[in-house]
């Protein structure tokens, strides 16, 4: 399985460890829940498979808004692999 580890905000993490988004309910965390569901899809990525323990404030984050000063942490993600579809002419 091949992974790939990003910072982002770790207000995240109940939502993206635990499908949880009351943490979002809060200050129209609906668009919130939209923009981390996109950018987990245009990432490729699978199930967030860990969290680290450590968070600190940082002014840059990998997520979809990166230059929001905000506590953040380290969120490993499994990587879904693509295929490409090769279509052959059966004449």
């Known amino acids: 399985m091949k992974t790939q580890t990003f910072i982002l905000p770790s207000h995240w ?3 993206l460890i635990n499908g949880v ?3 979002f309910s809060l ?3 609906d ?4 923009d981390i569901n996109d950018w987990v899809l245009e990432n490729s990525l699978g199930f967030c498979i860990d969290c680290g323990e450590e968070s600190w404030f940082s002014w ?3 997520g979809p808004n990166p230059f929001i ?3 953040v942490c380290e969120f490993t993600f499994e990587l879904i692999e693509t295929f ?4 052959t002419n059966h004449a």
């Open 13 to 15: 993490a109940t939502y």
């Open 21 to 23: 988004a009351t943490s």
């Open 27 to 29: 200050n129209g965390g």
């Open 31 to 34: 668009a919130e829940i939209t």
């Open 60 to 62: 840059r984050n990998d």
């Open 69 to 71: 000063g905000n506590t």
């Open 84 to 87: 490409e579809v090769v279509e």
